[in-house]
């Protein structure tokens, strides 16, 4: 049974750091994309970054230069670092996997099948 576990939210001011991590179960972290999507109050989904099984990463333009995502295939596990964080930051954080395997079809954050619970992030003075 796949599960995802995120954990690290919470609130921080402007400019501040974050690092969010996620832990997979149930599942070889080897064979998966894997990535993060957040929701703001109001707002869609959006796709932040991804880190995929042959070794490439994404970031959505809103985030790049400041978020970086890792993975520890060891561990089962990823982490988003979050640099110089700003208010439009603020939104629950999603975990996602899909599988990939040797398809070598890797989907669009927002299509990945498997999600946690999230964590919340709140930019704010």
């Known amino acids: 049974q796949v599960q995802l576990v995120e954990s690290g939210g919470g609130l921080v001011q402007p400019g501040g750091s974050l690092r969010l991590s996620c832990a997979a179960s149930?599942?070889?972290?080897?064979?998966?994309?894997i990535g993060w999507f957040r929701q703001a109050p109001l707002k869609g989904r959006e796709g932040v970054a991804s880190?995929?099984?042959?070794?490439?990463?994404y970031y959505a333009d809103s985030v790049k230069g400041r978020f970086t995502i890792s993975r520890d295939n060891a561990r089962n596990r990823v982490y988003l670092q979050m640099n110089s964080l700003k208010p439009e930051d603020t939104a629950v954080y999603y975990c996602a996997a899909d599988f990939v395997g040797d398809s070598g079809t890797h989907k669009a954050i927002l299509e990945y099948p498997y999600w946690g619970q999230g964590t919340q992030v709140t930019v704010s003075s």
């Open positions: 149930g599942f070889s972290l080897d064979y998966y994309d």
């Open positions: 880190s995929r099984s042959d070794g490439s990463t």
